[in-house]
């Protein structure tokens, strides 16, 4: 069974400090690995993808990826009340169909 | 916004009915996936379709079935309802290469309630 395990949470810190959400896969196939923003009641919103090894920066979210320890987190600095919400992880199969597996979420409360 | 409709909104069906759930993809998106999402859980994959042709399906039963028509539009078909269905159906669709291949984006989702 391939999985994504995340921290279900939740994860509350203060506004303005550095909110880092984790993630490990157990399929080595996985190529690519996507952070998702859920706000309750709504879809899930694409925030990063990463498919190399190290981090990648996008604005005040960054994306870290270590196939080795097949692991992937994501950093958001200068929290806002406005960043509460779940956060999924999920990677994909590779081949051609392309699915994604994601984790059950990491809850995210972000206090004034 | 992401380009992506589904429709209905939200839906209340008892068990044993069938239920049809669709969806427009963004423009220029050929590829259509199907998530399901049970409360608390992440989504799961259904089943995509590219070119109307399902090339990849989770691990759902086959009165989980679908159709992708020409204009890349699909639908989501579920007999036989229980109650174990009651979720978030989500449709995701993404171009089948280019520079957007690894971008999936949601629609906002169908709420079925089964009683």
Redesign the interface.
Known sequence: QKE?EQNSGPLSVPEGAIASLNCTYSDRGSQ?F?W?RQYSG?????IM?I?SNGDKEDGRFTAQLNKASQYVSLLIRDSQPSDSATY?C?G??GG??????????TLLTVNP | E?GVTQSPTHLIKTRGQQVTLRCSSQSGHN?V?W?QQAL??????IF?YYREEE??R?NFPPRFSGLQFPNYSSELNVNALELDDSA?Y?CAS?PSGGRGF????????TRLTVT
């Open positions: 994504v690519s996507f998702y709504k879809s899930p919103e694409l993808f498919y999924l999920a994909d199969s051609s169909n392309y699915k994604l597996t994601f984790g059950k979420g | 992401t590829t996936s998530y608390g859980q992440g989504p799961q994959f995509q090339n990849g989770g978030l989500l993404r690894h971008e999936q984006y949601f629609g906002p989702g």
